[in-house]
């Protein structure tokens, strides 16, 4: 008996050990892919799209978020396809994501 508590505190304080020092990237989450069909004749379409949030794993704090590619929120996209993009950075790295805006006439 007394070799299983030895090794399960053993276990747990390795366990303990490297939560406490766990050094990870930031977790991203972008928004789905956006498809758009316009009317003929029509060149843009105004696209509104929430930002990405990013969470440290290791303590579950926020990270800032900027937008690093792509038109913003609320602009006129023209027809194609153009690619959003946004980064995650604390101190244990950086992270992206990508999503697509899609724009296509009828």
């Known amino acids: 008996m007394k070799k299983k508590i030895v090794t399960f505190i053993s276990i747990f304080i390795t366990c303990f050990f490297w939560q406490a020092n766990s ?24 696209v509104n799209f929430l930002n990405s949030a990013a969470l440290d794993p290791d303590n579950g704090a926020k990270v800032p978020v900027t937008q ?26 950086i992270t992206t994501c ?9």
């Open 23 to 46: 050094q990870s990237k930031p977790v991203i989450k972008c928004s789905e892919n956006i498809d758009i069909q316009i009317n003929v004749g029509k060149r843009t379409a105004t």
């Open 68 to 93: 690093t590619k792509g038109l913003t929120s609320g602009s006129q996209f023209p027809i194609g396809e153009t690619i959003i993009e946004f980064t995650a950075r604390d101190e244990d790295g």
């Open 98 to 106: 990508q999503f697509t805006v899609n724009i296509t006439d009828r």
